[in-house]
């Protein structure tokens, strides 16, 4: 079992940055694949980012990738999502995942994770 808790959340204006952090329980964090998905207002949650346990492989949504870098530390239980040139459309609940059987080659699937944070609001003001 994987408690996940999303922070890091907020207002920031277009161009502007933020970094979200995903706290996880347990003592087998270092062995899921984490991912990062997001869902706007009256649309379906989509991903965003993903990485391996060992962090070695990542995998971006078109939408993000060379504005947003997804890490882990595997020592402090922790994912991370760094956006930069953030955009109005970034506008989202944000929520982290986890799932110890997922492939790197279907990371990008919502339906491969087991265990989802709270989410956090992001908001991209123009």
């Known amino acids: 079992q994987v408690q996940l808790v999303e922070s890091g959340g907020g207002l920031v204006q277009a161009g502007g940055s933020l970094r979200l952090s995903c706290a996880a329980s347990?003592?087998?964090?270092?062995?899921?694949?984490m991912g990062w998905f997001r869902q706007a207002p009256g649309k379906e949650r989509e991903f965003v980012a993903g990485?391996?346990?060992?962090?070695?492989?990542?995998l971006y949504a078109d939408s993000v990738k060379g504005r947003f870098t997804i890490s882990r530390d595997n020592a402090k239980n922790t994912v991370y999502l760094q956006m930069n040139s953030l955009k109005p459309e970034d506008t989202a609940v944000y929520y982290c995942?986890?799932?110890?059987?997922?492939?790197?080659?279907?990371?990008?699937?919502?339906?491969?994770?087991?265990?989802w944070g709270q989410g956090t609001q992001v908001t991209v003001s123009s």
């Open positions: 995942a986890a799932d110890y059987s997922v492939s790197i080659v279907t990371m990008f699937r919502e339906r491969e994770y087991d265990y």
């Open positions: 990485i391996s346990w060992s962090g070695g492989s990542t």
């Open positions: 347990g003592r087998t964090f270092s062995s899921y694949v």
